[in-house]
């Protein structure tokens, strides 16, 4: 058996500081990377050296970094990180829905990429295997269908099961208030996030030890919500 | 010249009661009361403030200037249907009361009942004394309230019998207006809704009797609450201008009555009446019982009443017997609508007088071929002359030759039945064929102006079309205007919204304080003031205000040299030129709007992409330098040293962003002062390239400065810069490795010193070329970096120094700038 090649990471940014730092930090920790300097070649990049995860900028000088990904989603399932220096919600929500896994505000640290980055990536890796996804005292085990709180079983309304499965299965990575109401409500109650709300706030009394200070079912201010799972 | 009455203007457009003042009437039928009391006692109770007493008989009598810049509360009047002294604002006292109702100061008047235009000939008809001047309808039908007091006294003194039925026709239309009041107000609306479905029609034709058919229908329709039309049919015949004037008269009387006025053409009166009934749905058709029967009625058979009824469906006929047998009014007399010379008559006598000594002359021709010449020369005659001498012909043609030709001779007799029957058929022909050719002739002459008119209007809207511009419009429209009606014409548009006017350049004359006046009058007040106009009439000239959608765009004036008429017609399609005008303002005004809006979106963008681009530039060396801080704790001791490299190279670069956006701030406030000296330009050169060496990325740099290059006169510092962005330029916009080259050298005069630097890049696009050297224009959109102030700031640099800098190809491939510096004469040479 060979050995097994690293994971390839495609970065796609305009300044060149950025790909260095992203380099250094990237293969320190022993993945392979490779760069493109505009959304052109990031997606000639990603058709010819097809990478485990990408890392794209949203503000390139040629293409947007949205539409890059909105591209690159038409044929490969790949997990793509967005940077962005902007902090407006609107262009991560736009982002997210375009297809892009998660996001990472410019300045970050080495550390939160390569974090956010194993989250992405772990959803590709673990697509079989037990899927019980565990925080603080609570398990909640996807195959079987059951929440356990403690040891002891929980008692969820459907809906509230339903929001937390999402949850578990994009464990670790933002989903948009969009996604959720489509994913579980359909496609008429996309603009309605008040219904979410209320049910997330059911879902942290239940699960969270001080459901006014979670820590586990986080919102990500403007854009949705992320369960930081062990 | 004063304004005849056929100059009132349509009092329709009353203020309405929500905006303006109040009006309160109060009907006098001749008592004991004290009408000035009863007054006073309304006012007082109605109003606060000021109540200024501007009744004629007031001690003072203020002018309507006055008492508007006094703003009271409330103004007294009376003896509102008299004229004004020459001079004043208005003709007629109720236009002044109509201004300060305007402006919303409540005007308490007494008026007798016969003041009221509707109820005229029935007051005249109680007293016996014919109907003075009047007030409009419409001035009553704003009225708050109408109040009836006996009070003030006529002479002679009227019987009682006499009084009483004067009270009882001030009660009624005290009656009438309550009743109208309580409609509109049950409705909840403030403006007078008709509130039937009824629609009067009056036929107003050139008689004195007229007026009283458009009093009545006035009288009737305002109590059925119904709209009405008065209809003047004009006929191929022409009119006298007697007639001409009295229609004219009588049209202007049903505008001041608050009817419409249509005009229309046709031979069959009958036809036209039930015609423009039908288009505009009429009910009812007035008319006026005929005195006797028309010729023609007796050729068709029938009476025009008779043809009216049998045409007119199910619409209701009314016919008004004149109420005194009417004068005679001026008939249709068979006169050219041109009045005919005197040479017409001489033409006439002489070709008669002619035929018949030829006729003499040439004995031996047949009685009754003299005859056919005769007859021959009227019909020709009739091509040339007019009714008048057309009736001449024809009479004196078939006297003479009755009296010279047939047989007897020289006598006044008939021998044969059969000559009797020539003689008359002769009349008749002669008679008929001159009014048939005259009435061609008459119809002719309409077509012609008809299609004048049409034709005018034709050019106007087709050269409005045509303009570009609103000047080109206005400018082809004044002139067309000045020829149509050989007058001076001047269009006044406000400066801002509500400003003053401002006369257009294409304007034919000036304004001089009373024009302006009269001009700024007409815009207020959306009715047209000066000259033949019954506001300001002492102005020279007609100011017709530019109408659209209740708004003024402006005023349109009009000189008429002194001593010219002004008709209806005229003043008609003056009206309408000022409606196509002011469509061509709006439209203008509009597009000016839209330019507005499209500027302030645009800078808007650009001000966005700016901010973005500015924010961009110096957020990115700020998150470069925050996350190789994150991470120098964390990563391995060897790679340390290329986040510290990182962390310089993006701090270098937040420096020059931010030195450059200073930079500019200092050339647009215009603070720089350059500090100039001598220096070696070799000096200079080199520690330009140090400072920038870091940021070039390994590329070199050739330096060219020709052996023995005296002295420089420069500012160091700015020049150094500006050659610094240059050479920075060149290193973002040219692939790594690339040398560059920066040389110096003086032209032949020694007056001018050039600094180059020259690449081997890409060039620079034609597509920014001409707006290179503009601040935040950014080359290649696909190259990083950059907030496009570099080449600006250069610019800014090299002006500062009284120099300029320049962009060219470099032979061979490349861009090449220039920093073009002017040199003083040397007065000093730097020691070998």
Same mark, same amino acid.
């Given at each position: ?101 998660? &996001? ?90 008040? &219904? ?28 949705? &919500? ?5 | ?112 009942? *016969? ?22 309808? =419409? ?34 239309? +005290? ?27 009056? +036929? ?22 119904? =709209? ?61 019982? =005929? ?34 047998? =009417? %004068? ?71 006297? %003479? ?20 029957? !020539? ?32 034709? +005018? ?56 304080? @009373? ?19 019954? %506001? ?128 500019? %701030? ?28 870091? @940021? ?40 790594? *490795? ?16 050039? !600094?180059?630097?020259?690449?081997? *890049? ?71």
């Amino acid at each position: 058996m060979s050995a097994p090649s690293l994971p390839l990471v495609l970065v796609i940014e305009d300044e060149i500081q950025f790909r260095r730092l992203l380099r250094l930090t990237l293969e320190a920790v022993g993945y392979e990377v490779n760069e493109a300097a505009n959304g052109q070649l990031g997606l000639n990049e990603t058709a010819v050296r097809p990478p485990q995860g990408i890392i794209v900028d949203l503000g390139l000088p040629d293409i947007d970094g949205k539409e890059v990904i909105r591209r690159i989603r038409e044929w490969s399932q790949v997990p793509m990180l967005v940077l962005t220096v902007r902090d407006g919600e609107d262009e991560k929500i736009a982002a997210l829905d375009a297809g892009a896994d998660d &996001y990472l505000t410019k300045p970050f640290s080495g550390r939160e990429l390569l974090a956010r980055l194993r989250a992405i990536l772990r959803r590709t890796q673990t697509a079989v295997g037990s899927p019980v996804v565990r925080f603080g005292d609570v398990e909640v085990d996807l195959a079987a269908r059951v929440v356990r709180r403690a040891g002891s079983e929980l008692r969820l309304t459907a809906k509230e099961h339903d929001l937390l499965r999402y949850l578990a299965v994009h464990a670790g990575r933002v989903v948009t208030h969009r996604q959720i109401l489509r994913e579980l409500w359909g496609v008429n109650a996309e603009e309605s996030p008040q &219904y979410l709300w209320v049910y997330m706030t059911h879902l942290r009394q239940k699960l969270e030890p001080n459901p006014r200070e979670p820590r586990y079912l986080m919102t990500d201010a403007g854009v949705g &919500y992320r369960l930081i799972a062990d | 010249m004063p304004p005849s009455p056929s100059d009132s203007t349509d009092p329709g457009i009353l203020p309405p009661r929500d905006t303006g003042g109040r009006l309160v009437v109060v009907l006098l039928v001749p008592g004991d009361g004290n009408a000035i009391s009863a007054l006073q006692r309304a006012a007082e109770d109605g109003c606060k403030g000021e109540i200024v007493d501007a009744r004629l008989t007031a001690s003072v009598l203020p002018s309507l200037e006055t008492v508007l810049a006094r703003r009271p509360a409330a103004v007294l009047m009376d003896s509102l249907a008299q004229d004004n002294p020459a001079g004043s604002r208005h003709a007629w006292r109720w236009q002044d009361a109509v201004e300060l109702l305007e402006s919303g100061i409540d005007v308490f008047v007494a008026l007798a009942p *016969g003041d009221v235009a509707s109820r005229a000939d029935a007051v005249a008809a109680i007293t016996g004394r014919p109907p003075a001047k009047t007030v409009p309808d =419409p001035f009553l039908d704003r009225a708050d309230a109408v109040n009836v007091i006996d009070a003030g006294t006529v002479s002679p003194p009227l019987g009682e019998s006499q009084r009483s039925a004067l009270r009882a026709l001030a009660l009624r239309l +005290a009656a009438e207006h309550a009743e109208r009041r309580l409609a509109a107000l049950s409705r909840n609306l403030q403006s007078p809704v008709w509130r039937s479905t009824e629609r009067l029609i009056v +036929a107003v034709s050139p008689s004195p009797f007229s007026t009283q058919l458009i009093r009545w229908t006035r009288r009737t329709a305002a109590a059925l609450g119904a =709209p009405w039309l008065a209809v003047y049919v004009e006929i191929t015949r022409p009119l006298t201008e007697e007639a001409r004037s009295l229609i004219e008269n009588n049209l202007a009387l049903a505008r001041e009555l608050g009817g419409e006025v249509v005009v229309t053409r046709d031979d069959d009166v009958a036809a036209a009446l039930v015609r423009v009934a039908r288009d505009r749905e009429a009910t009812q058709i007035v008319i006026g019982k =005929p005195s006797d029967r028309r010729w023609h009625d007796i050729l068709r058979g029938r009476t025009m009443v008779e043809r009216l009824f049998e045409l007119g469906g199910k619409i209701d006929i009314h016919m008004i017997p004149a109420a005194s047998a =009417p %004068t005679a009014g001026p008939r249709l007399r068979l006169d050219s609508a041109s009045p005919s010379g005197w040479s017409e008559y001489a033409l006439v006598v002489a070709a008669i007088g002619g035929i018949t000594v030829a006729g003499l002359l040439m004995t031996g021709f047949y009685y009754l071929s003299v005859g056919l010449v005769y007859l021959l020369a009227v019909i020709l005659l009739s091509l040339r002359v007019g009714r008048g001498p057309m009736l001449l012909a024809g009479v004196l043609s078939a006297l %003479t030759w009755e009296y010279v030709f047939i047989p007897p001779k020289f006598a006044i007799s008939i021998a044969s039945v059969q000559d009797a029957l !020539l003689f008359g058929t002769y009349f008749v022909v002669a008679l008929v064929a001159g009014q048939l050719t005259a009435r061609i002739r008459a119809q002719a002459h309409n077509e012609r102006l008809r299609e004048e008119r049409a034709t +005018a209007l034709f050019r106007l809207t087709h050269s409005l079309a045509e303009a570009g511009t609103l000047d080109d419009a206005v400018q082809s429209a004044l002139r067309q205007m000045d020829r149509l009606f050989a007058a001076q014409t001047a269009l006044a548009l406000p400066s801002a919204a509500d400003g003053p006017l401002v006369l257009h350049a294409a304007s034919a004359f000036g304004f001089d304080p @009373a024009e302006r006046e009269a001009a700024e009058w007409a815009c207020r007040h959306r009715r047209p003031a000066g000259r033949f106009s019954p %506001t300001l009439a002492s102005c020279s000239g007609y100011y017709e205000p530019l109408l659209r959608e209740g708004r003024s765009l402006g005023v349109l004036g009009v000189k008429i040299p002194a001593g010219r008429a002004f008709p209806a017609a005229q003043r008609e399609l003056i009206g309408t030129f000022a409606r196509q005008l002011a469509l061509i303002v709006e439209r203008e005004q509009l597009r000016r709007a839209g330019e507005r809006e499209k500027l302030l979106a645009e800078s808007d963008r650009l001000h966005r992409a700016l901010l973005d681009s500015v924010s961009h530039e110096l957020r990115t060396p700020l998150s470069v330098i925050a996350s190789a801080a994150e991470d120098l704790e964390e990563i391995r001791p060897e790679a340390r040293s290329r986040l510290l490299g990182e962390i310089r190279i993006a701090a270098l670069r937040l420096n020059r962003v931010v030195g450059n956006l200073l930079d500019q %701030t200092r050339l647009e406030s215009g603070a720089l002062r350059p500090r100039l000296q001598w220096c070696g330009v070799d000096d200079l050169l080199k520690s330009t390239v140090q400072e920038v060496h870091d @940021a070039l990325a390994g590329r070199s740099v050739e330096i060219h400065v020709p052996a023995g290059m005296p002295a420089v006169h420069l500012d160091w510092t700015l020049t150094g810069h500006a050659l610094a962005c240059l050479l920075l330029n060149a290193a973002v916009h040219t692939p790594a *490795g690339m040398p560059v080259s920066l040389s110096a050298e003086y032209d032949e005069t020694g007056r001018r010193l050039f !600094l180059r630097v020259a690449d081997r *890049g890409p060039g620079v696009p034609a597509a920014i070329r001409g707006r290179l050297f503009q601040k935040f224009v950014r080359g290649d959109p696909a190259q990083a970096g950059g907030v496009g102030l570099g080449l600006s700031i250069v610019r800014g640099f090299s002006l500062a120094q009284g120099g300029e800098v320049s962009m060219g190809d470099n032979p061979g491939g490349g861009a090449v700038f220039t920093i073009c510096l002017p040199q003083a004469q040397h007065q000093y040479q730097p020691a070998p």
